[in-house]
């Protein structure tokens, strides 16, 4: 049974009060990266797997884009896209990422956002998007960092008066579930390893083009905790293409 906590009304609920949720793809601190990595996606068709509020499709689209489809688990996210969407050629279908069912080569351009630590089985997820992709094909995603998945508490170590002293990493070759608290509780999330990703990559048949792990940039630095994010990696993005 796959998780579906966006679609649980109080997890909803404080997921809506986010940052990210209120000021869209300005508001998060490794946009400014992840932008910089999408190819060209004028008169492309684009896929967007774990699209949520529909930012990053109506992004592609502002950018020229032929046809997008968003894809998501939730139809309380889809629902908030829709209202938000004014595009006929964007497209939403509510469906589990591992379960995605496309004509090979039906898209120019795969995109995610923070949606693959959700998914247990990302090796199936790559060989799947590869087979949609045209050859050439642009696919670049983001995750949470292995250093932040590694541990289920995801939390700094804190002195007896409260001062985040360091991030702690343990378990990190253990891959597998965590469950974790993330707005409510027991949200899960599946840790793995950098390598794994990329060697699931190379495996699939990609060409990994551009690694990063961005930290906020300098817009984000004056907010509250965000001077505490350069610390360590949040975030881990990469581009890839279909050979």
């Known amino acids: 049974m796959k998780q579906n906590k966006y679609d649980d009304v109080l997890f909803f609920n404080e997921y809506k009060k986010m ?21 060209n996606m004028r008169e492309k068709r684009v ?37 938000e969407t004014k ?41 799947k998007v590869f087979q949609l992709l045209k050859r050439g094909g642009a696919f670049v995603f983001s995750v949470e960092h292995p250093i932040f998945t590694s541990q289920s508490a995801q939390d700094w170590y804190y002195d007896s008066d409260g001062n985040r002293l360091h991030w702690p990493v343990d378990n990190y070759q253990t891959e597998g579930i965590r469950h974790t608290m993330f707005l409510t509780e027991n949200v899960e999330k599946y840790h793995r390893t950098i390598s794994t990703y990329m060697n699931d990559l190379i495996k699939a ?22 001077e505490d994010e350069i610390r360590r990696p949040m975030f881990l993005l990469v581009a890839a293409e279909k050979q």
């Open 19 to 39: 940052p990210r949720s209120i000021g869209g793809l300005e508001a998060t601190g490794e946009w400014p990266v992840f932008q910089q990595m999408l190819p």
């Open 205 to 226: 048949g990609f060409r990994v083009t551009k690694v990063s792990e961005p930290k906020p940039h300098s817009g984000m630095l004056d907010k509250q905790g965000m």
């Open 47 to 83: 896929l967007d797997l774990g699209c949520g509020f529909g930012w990053h499709c109506r992004y592609a689209k502002e950018q020229g884009a032929r046809a997008v489809v968003g894809v998501d688990i939730s139809e309380r996210m889809l629902e908030r896209a829709r209202e």
């Open 87 to 127: 595009h006929h050629s964007i497209t939403y279908k509510r469906t589990a990422i591992e379960d995605i069912e496309f004509a090979p080569d039906s898209f120019d351009i795969v995109i995610s956002s923070l949606a693959f630590h959700y998914v247990k089985t990302i090796d199936v997820v790559f060989y």
